[in-house]
């Protein structure tokens, strides 16, 4: 694992804060002696915001490495009033984190008994595969990706455990929706538990990436999850899907490129031409290619000589990957307005017809807020 040796004071030329320094250091869960050093260097400034350490590490799903790590590495430096909130919003996140596992688990089950193969996605089994820990990584609902023939079998499951659908649809409604580009999740919620679940057919909506199911279903393998195995790929798989998932979203959490980073730490080989070429056949090379720039100058993994090579030769990744950057590093940087989503949403797809096919989407949702206007 690389070191860090001395804090990031500047990430691309640009200012990092010593409240950022803290949280980047702290973002990993393996620290080695140096890093715990730098650690402990930090936190005796005299300059740190600690609310704004905390709102920051909460804000984008960092904070329970960063309690953790604290915590374990100097408790007695860091502000009790400080080191309490973390504590507090730690066991919080843990408790709701062990409730979304159980019922995950439950839900499952009843899937395999009715032969439905679900694979949990994000949440609970993500958390564990790539921290060894449910409790290491922030996460508010559950997702599971089935084939899309399977959707309305899953929603009958769900239907008789108390889940609702999130936005009723007729039943022609629902197969129109099922069939179209912009869809990808059937959203059920139980309102008593205060549970969301989102059934996928897709990694992200076909404008997005066409990713399906169908391309890796092929490579599932047995994973054991609190008890029960369930199918779940290869971390090697995952590193292209969550790519595409957090470029969909544009990065908006900082937790993103570190569980790129780590997922990169604990994968023993990964066969970087084949994986390369697979995202240059979904035209998605540019979005994993955003993720690794973002892992690589947050994180500082480290990445293959010709990846590096071919993540330079691309302009518009190094721009779009320094404006996310410069966004992540600011005190309080604004949402982006929906147009400058959509030029992103553009700019980072590659093939003509996919930026059409984007703006295409982006056009008839403009038309539909201007009905419901």
């Not at 996605?121 to 508010?140: I, M, Q």
């Not at 993994?301 to 190094?318: F, G, H, R």
Request: charged share 25%.
């Amino acid at each position: 694992m690389p070191t860090l040796t001395k804090p990031q004071t500047k990430i691309l030329g640009i200012d990092v804060r010593p409240e950022m320094q803290l949280i980047l250091c702290c973002a990993r869960n393996e620290i080695d002696e140096a890093d715990a050093q730098l650690i402990k260097t930090l936190i005796q400034q005299e300059n740190i915001d600690w609310q704004a350490v905390i709102s920051y590490a909460y804000k984008n799903g960092l904070m329970p490495l960063l309690y953790t790590n604290l915590n374990a590495i100097a408790p007695e430096t860091v502000p009790k009033d400080a080191l309490n909130l973390l504590r507090q919003l730690f066991y919080a996140n843990t408790q709701r984190s062990l409730l979304l596992a159980g019922e995950l688990v439950k839900i499952l089950g009843l899937l395999q008994e009715q032969e439905i193969i679900a694979v949990p996605y994000k949440g609970p089994v993500l958390a564990t595969s790539l921290y060894g820990n449910v409790g290491l990584r922030e996460f508010c609902d559950l997702d599971i990706i089935v084939q899309q023939q399977d959707v309305l079998k899953v929603k009958k499951v769900l239907l008789a455990q108390g889940y609702r659908p999130k936005v009723e649809m007729t039943e022609p409604e629902e197969i129109a929706y099922l069939k179209s580009k912009g869809g990808h999740t059937y959203d059920f919620i139980d309102l008593d538990k205060g549970i969301l679940i989102e059934v996928h057919w897709r990694i992200t909506p076909e404008y997005t990436s066409p990713i399906e199911p169908k391309h890796f279903w092929k490579n599932l393998k047995p994973f054991s999850f609190a008890g029960l195995t369930v199918p779940y790929l290869p971390l090697e798989d995952w590193l292209l899907i969550l790519c595409v998932h957090g470029s969909r979203h544009r990065w908006q959490k900082l937790s993103w490129p570190f569980d790129i980073a780590q997922l990169i730490r604990i994968t023993k080989e990964i066969n970087w031409q084949k994986l390369i070429q697979q995202a240059n056949e979904f035209d998605c090379k540019r979005m994993l290619f955003i993720g690794l720039f973002l892992a690589h100058h947050f994180a500082g993994i480290t990445l293959p000589a010709d990846v590096l090579k071919q993540i330079a030769a691309d302009s518009e990744v190094n721009s779009l990957g320094s404006a996310i950057c410069q966004e992540l590093l600011s005190k309080d940087y604004p949402q982006k307005k929906v147009m400058a989503r959509t030029v992103y949403q553009i700019r980072v797809r590659e093939r003509l017809e996919n930026k059409f096919l984007y703006f295409q989407c982006f056009l008839r949702w403009l038309l539909f807020t201007k009905d419901k206007n």
